[in-house]
């Protein structure tokens, strides 16, 4: 039977302009944009700060409940109830001419709602929330094809439902009914994918057959293969079923009898077609089109060179160990994970065998995985309301032949997969082994005995990681440097003795690469701050005589290094940023010195777009750190790797540390969280920086240090890379991604001359924030920090008068000629005790109108904020819905104008 076009579309044309000819049909549309607006630009939105649908993706299956049975209901319900059903079945047309017809225009429908929402609701609303103009089509700060993968597969879902609500239309001849009947079909996919099945046998794997599944990767900006054949599966079983029902007239109660259980035959055998082949094709995840800017979910072409760098008498050897079901937050690596692997396979041919194997917990697979090292790793999740700890498998080993072999045992939510891939292969097979080494300090970077606590210090993470890649060793500064290293890592110089330090400095001046974190307040550990002494070597309280400390070289300021390097360092000088893109942990955090560098910082921006190491990274935190400048006539090329932004100045380590007394009565330095901060200076701070000699350097007078050959990178904070940050970076703890670690590993790559990784481990979605909220939250932010200064300014003022005070008091008792030695030390006891204890009322006193005005100034912010947010919030609500209103509105007066024109005048009543 052929189709005939005219015949549909006759169909089609009656259906959607009847819909749309009344103005309930734009009131639908007013009441979807206003509810798809509702629900993505929510509290949350703005807190998360972040120009994307992720809060409407969570509830637009449940949205769909609602909308698609308001729109499908009367499609045949409304025949049936005015008795125009069997007028339209004698036409001259097949049933499935008829039910094309309805089914497209009820997608007509469902389009102009989802079109008026993409363009109105969602477009204009974020380039109004970024700052940029909404009459500019093509100037937008925010990912635009990301959005547009969102409203494809909010498109095609809806398309799949509305196959079901027919059938719902089709049961009965009443419109509420059908909706009813409508929401209920309709609930079954949406409810398999948000039901948390418990785990008994394959029953668990009755949420891939729900409408969510399938909806997070086009929420991830992917548009997968499965994905659209699941729905267009979806669409053409229920239309097969509707097109059954429309036809009963023909087969129920004929001469042979009802032929219903030959249908039922008919589809149950479509529904197991169709099933198997979504099963088929779930097996090409790696099937999918990558719509965000970035390309992130697409192989970089580091890695395609790198798969055909591989010798073919060498094959690498990936296998993979996952667990087949997964908590939510996972679920996103598990398919990125298996979708690179799969392209893997494909790009590199017979150069790559990929072996994927699904491992439960207690299965012969989970004990082959153990054996390569790789353990289940317990996560917590959160499903049905109710948090749970599940063990899960989600690692790789990665193998060239016998002898070399590279184990991942864990993807975690944060680990950038493909760089952690691609990076593993090209470890296997390289031929050359680079040598990173780490200089020993009192920092014990690398790990080993620390005989100043008689303890073994643990590796850093940062060590590890370096040791995935690299042949890492630990190198003494005790005689002169003589290994061979791509890059020598040196943390905390300023700690090396003379004889040390004079080694060190040897070394760098022969133009050998080095990375250096000095740091004026190393958070891990204050004891090893530059301005304290050194540890003392064995001994102890308990170990018999302790042996004193050797001195610093330089006092701790490591005066021969910035020579060498032409910078200024002060040891005790720390930088401190008012700027924060994260209003929302400004009271977790321990102080301003606590400092945000973005790409969008307030000033020239807190990265360089000068060196591949600094450029294209999105956001850092780097706790306390110093600053370096450059010195006039250095002769050397510097340049700045990160800044603060415009909101910076210093504060001093004496205002910023205090010592109190710790155990054996000795001191100890603690964080001084009530210090006074200067105001902004309005200076960009040097943060880390690289320094590198000029091509044929030549030695003056006026530049003794000119000659020498540099090649450094120095960062001014070694907390940068502690290992919380690693546990921030794997887990997105915080709703962070930071670029920590991906900074601290490009230093190293760029020293050791390797760049190739460097773009792919930074490659990941741009940090697009909500510029013109944060514009206007950032005058009151700056407002409360400055009037939380004044209070504590003016509390030390007021505290310092009453000292002076008392001492006044006591030196006119001490110059009292009439009183002896005696007198005056018992009336000068009294006055002390009397005055001290007024003092600790008066501090008291202080104390509380400082910390009552610094709440009464972060509650009047907090206050103005929340204004901010919600009146944006209300208007990306109010605005989207109004073209439609006012399109309805015109209709309206159209209709009425039409509906006077041809009334005959003598019927019309006269005045």
Request: proline letters at 6%; one cysteine or more; aromatic letters at 10%.
């Amino acid at each position: 039977m052929a189709l005939r076009p005219h015949v549909i579309l006759a169909v089609f044309k009656r259906n959607f302009l009847s819909y749309f000819s009344s103005v309930i049909g734009y009131l639908f549309v007013v009441a979807f944009v206003g509810l798809m607006a509702f629900r993505a630009f929510t509290p949350e939105f703005f807190a998360d700060n972040q120009a994307t649908l992720d809060q409407l993706n969570g509830w637009f299956s449940l949205i769909l409940l609602f909308i698609i049975p308001a729109i499908a209901m009367t499609c045949w319900a409304d025949e049936k109830k005015q008795g125009t059903d069997e007028l339209l079945f004698t036409l001259p047309a097949h049933d499935v001419e008829i039910l094309l017809g309805k089914y497209f225009s009820l997608l007509a429908i469902y389009t102009t709602a989802l079109a008026f929402s993409f363009v109105f609701g969602t477009t204009i609303v974020l380039k109004f929330l970024t700052g940029k103009s909404v009459f500019n089509p093509i100037d937008y700060d925010f990912d635009f094809m990301l959005i547009l993968a969102n409203y494809i597969g909010y498109w095609i879902s809806g398309a799949a439902l509305l196959s079901a609500a027919m059938v719902a239309s089709v049961l009965t001849n009443s419109p509420t009914v059908a909706f009813i009947l409508g929401s209920a079909f309709c609930a079954i996919p949406v409810a398999l994918g948000r039901i948390a099945f418990p785990d008994w046998g394959n029953l668990s794997k009755l949420n891939n057959l729900g409408i969510d599944e399938h909806l997070r990767d086009f929420g991830l900006g992917m548009v997968p293969l499965s994905g659209i054949l699941y729905f267009v599966s979806f669409a053409g079983f229920m239309l097969y079923v509707n097109l059954v029902m429309i036809a009963k007239r023909h087969w129920s109660g004929g001469p042979h009898g009802s032929m219903g259980w030959h249908y039922l035959a008919r589809g149950v055998a479509l529904a197991v077609t169709l099933v198997c082949l979504n099963i088929a094709v779930s097996g090409f995840a790696g099937m999918r089109a990558d719509f965000t800017a970035e390309r992130i979910y697409s192989v970089y072409p580091t890695t395609r060179e790198t798969l055909r760098s591989i010798d073919p008498k060498k094959p690498v050897v990936i296998q993979a160990f996952v667990s087949p079901k997964v908590p939510g937050e996972y679920v996103a690596t598990r398919s990125n994970l298996i979708g690179l692997l799969r392209q893997f396979d494909q790009i590199g041919g017979d150069k790559v065998r990929v072996r994927i194997v699904e491992t439960d917990q207690f299965s012969t697979a989970a004990d082959e995985a153990k054996g390569f090292g790789i353990n289940p790793n317990q996560v917590q999740s959160q499903r049905g309301g109710k948090f749970s700890v599940e063990s899960i498998f989600m690692g790789c080993v990665i193998s060239s032949g016998s002898d070399k072999e590279v184990v991942i045992p864990f993807f975690d939510v944060g680990t950038p997969v493909e760089y952690e891939l691609t990076r593993s292969i090209r470890t296997i097979v390289a031929s050359k082994e680079v040598r990173i080494g780490i200089l020993t300090t009192d920092v014990k970077m690398a790990g080993g005995f620390d005989p100043a606590t008689f303890r073994q210090s643990p590796e850093w993470r940062f060590v590890t990681e370096l040791k995935k890649e690299y042949k890492v060793e630990q190198v003494m500064a005790d005689s002169p440097i003589t290994g061979s290293y791509d890059v020598l890592i040196a943390a905390l110089p300023s700690s090396l003795t003379e004889p040390q330090m004079q080694n060190f400095v040897d070394y760098v001046k022969q133009g050998k690469p080095t990375l250096i974190f000095d740091d004026p307040v190393p958070l891990f550990n204050l004891g090893n701050a530059p301005r304290q002494q050194k540890p003392a070597a064995g001994g102890g309280p308990f170990g018999g005589q302790q042996a004193p400390p050797q001195p610093k070289a330089d006092n701790g300021k490591a005066t021969r290094l910035m020579n060498l390097l032409g910078v200024a360092w002060d040891n005790g000088e720390v930088v401190f940023d008012q700027y924060t893109p994260h209003p929302e942990y400004t009271e977790l955090m321990i102080g301003p010195e606590l400092i945000w560098v973005g790409a969008k910082s307030p000033g020239a921006g807190g990265f360089s777009g000068k060196s591949p190491v600094s450029s294209g990274l999105q956001e850092m935190l780097v706790p306390f750190p110093g600053t370096i400048r450059q010195r006039e006539n250095a002769g050397l090329e510097f340049i700045p790797l990160l800044r603060s932004s415009t909101s910076s100045g210093t504060i001093a380590w004496e205002e910023l540390i205090k010592e109190t007394p710790s155990f054996f009565g000795m001191g100890g330095p603690q964080i001084n969280r009530d210090a006074v901060h200067m105001l902004p200076d309005g200076e960009q701070y040097v943060l880390a920086a690289k320094i590198k000699s000029k091509p044929a350097p030549a030695k003056t007078d006026k530049d003794p240090f000119a000659a020498e050959q540099v090649n450094v990178i120095y960062v001014c904070d070694i907390d940068l890379v502690s290992d919380s940050m690693f546990d921030i970076r794997e887990r997105d703890l915080y709703n962070l991604r930071l670029d920590n670690v991906t900074f601290a590993l490009d230093c190293v790559d760029d020293l050791a001359g390797d760049e190739a990784l460097i773009p792919l481990r930074k490659r990941r979605a741009r940090e697009r924030t909500l510029t013109a909220v944060e514009a206007q939250t950032q005058v009151f932010t700056k407002k409360r920090n400055e009037e939380r200064d004044s209070a504590e300014k003016e509390a030390k003022k007021q505290l310092k008068e009453a000292q002076e005070r008392l001492q006044k008091k006591v030196e006119a008792v001490q110059n009292d000629k009439t009183l002896d030695d005696r007198s005056k030390m018992q009336k000068s006891r009294i006055l002390q005790e009397e005055e001290s204890r007024r003092l600790t009322i008066e501090e008291s006193e202080i104390e509380n109108r400082k910390k009552q005005q610094i709440e009464k100034a972060r509650n009047e912010s907090e206050r103005e904020i929340r204004s901010i947010e919600f009146r944006y919030s209300l208007l990306s609500v109010i605005l989207p819905p109004i073209p439609a209103l006012l399109v309805g509105f015109w209709v309206f007066l159209r209709r009425l104008a039409d509906e006077n024109r041809n009334i005959n005048p003598d019927r019309l009543i006269k005045q």
